[in-house]
Nanobody, 123 residues
Framework: VQLQASGGGLVQAGDSLRLSCAAS????????MGWFRQAPGKEREFVAA????????YYADSVKGRFTISRDNAKFTVDLEMNSLKPDDTALYYC?????????WGVGPPRYWGQGTLVTVSS
């Protein structure tokens, strides 16, 4: 499975940005999909994920109410709509798939990683 992320850029605080990720290869093996991010000097952290059916979504507390994740199984894509961006959201954002476990009590590592797309939020 290959994951190709796009949509990053430089924006100002309060702006919105939409990230997209397209899967290719053995797409039939994809279950849940999501996003992680890594800020400079910090560890990679979970941002959001969506179940295969799209009916269940999971968010880090830091982005709840501002970010929305969605997927299109016909196109094998997952999007992350980011609103009210803050400078603390500045990071390299990674698309991911087959996160295990994925539950309200915990999020594990993904089986598949995409390359990162850089989001920079200026104050």
């Amino acid at each position: 499975v290959q994951l190709q992320a796009s949509g990053g850029g430089l924006v100002q605080a309060g702006d919105s940005l939409r990230l997209s990720c397209a899967a290719s290869g053995r797409t039939f093996s994809i279950d849940n999909m999501g996003w992680f991010r890594q800020a400079p000097g910090k560890e990679r952290e979970f941002v959001a994920a969506v179940s295969w059916s799209g009916t269940s979504t999971y968010y880090a507390d830091s982005v709840k109410g501002r970010f929305t994740i969605s997927r299109d199984n016909a196109k094998f894509t997952v999007d992350l709509e980011m609103n009210s961006l803050k400078p603390d959201d500045t990071a390299l954002y990674y698309c991911a798939a087959n996160i295990s476990p994925l539950a309200t009590w915990g999020v594990g590592p993904p089986r598949y990683w995409g390359q990162g797309t850089l989001v920079t939020v200026s104050s």
